[in-house]
């Protein structure tokens, strides 16, 4: 929490007060905000913020309100113990603020000088063996927060075994994936030499299509060149055989 802010008004002890209830009334907020959280985790997070402001402002922030009860003008007996009066109304509005310590009590010391004509207030003193730090059930553990420890710590043996196994994976893929490289580091000669010879083999086979088309052709000019010739031939016959069909009529 930030420090206690210094006050400059003209009187000091309501500017002070008025700083130290504004901040109650904000934890106050927060704990009835905390109390609709569903996620255990996030309660007892809040909760330990708001336990540890608390604690500043019975410690630290009463303290230093306490010193100025007699500060300011016009201050009386009076008026010193309605001060005081407001001071234990204010201690008990921060003790009543919800943390998550159910077992938690205000602890039983000296009362404020509300004493009889002309007591002087009895300072009040947070430290020490009577001060908040002191208070057995502040800090003990609840049911709830000793059942959320226990799940929480077997959540954590569970997210340990979980990782560990999670380790052993990656370990093995690692030592696949090694593996993986070595072949692939020695298929790579083995890989270029075939790139090589299936290049001679195309240019090769590139070379002996254009021979072959080339023959092709060529064929195809003497065996046009053939028929053209037995064509030829067979009209000459039927020519000459017509030819001697008609002398042997005029004959």
């Known amino acids: ?33 905390n109390s609709k959280e569903g996620n255990r985790a996030v309660v007892a997070t809040r909760n330990a913020e708001i336990r540890k402001s608390k604690q500043w402002l019975l410690s630290e922030g009463i303290a230093g309100l306490q010193k100025k009860v007699k500060k300011g003008r016009g201050v009386t007996k009076v008026l010193i113990e309605e001060r005081q009066r407001r001071v234990a109304a204010l201690i008990d509005k921060i003790y009543s603020i919800p943390d998550g310590m159910g077992g ?3 602890p039983i010391h000296a009362k ?8 002087e207030p009895i300072s009040l003193s947070l430290q020490g063996s009577t001060g908040i730090q ?3 059930a502040y800090y003990q553990s609840t049911a709830e927060t000793s059942q ?44 270029d030499d075939v790139d090589k010879q299936l290049n001679s083999v195309t240019s090769k086979l590139k070379s002996n299509n254009a021979r072959l088309k080339g023959l092709l052709v060529s064929m195809r000019s003497k065996r046009n060149f053939c028929v053209d010739m037995v064509l030829l ?12 069909l008609a002398q042997k009529k005029k004959s």
């Not at 420090?3 to 007060?17: I, L, V």
């Not at 959320?148 to 994936?177: I, P, T, Y």
């Not at 031939?233 to 001697?244: C, D, E, K, P, T």
């Open 1 to 33: 929490m930030d420090k206690r802010r210094e006050t400059k008004g003209e009187d000091p002890f309501n500017d002070e007060f008025d700083l130290l209830d504004a901040r109650a009334d904000e934890l106050l907020q927060q704990a009835e905000e």
């Open 104 to 106: 938690a009590r205000r």
């Open 112 to 119: 404020l000088g509300l004493g009889g004509k002309g007591a």
């Open 134 to 136: 002191a208070t057995p």
């Open 148 to 191: 959320f420890e226990q799940e929480w710590q077997a959540s954590k043996r569970k997210q340990d075994a979980q990782l560990d196994r999670v380790e052993r994976g990656v370990g093995n893929l690692a030592e696949m994936a090694c593996g993986m490289q070595e072949e692939l580091d020695k298929q790579v000669p083995i890989l």
């Open 233 to 244: 031939s067979l009209l000459l016959g039927i020519v000459v055989y017509i030819i001697s």
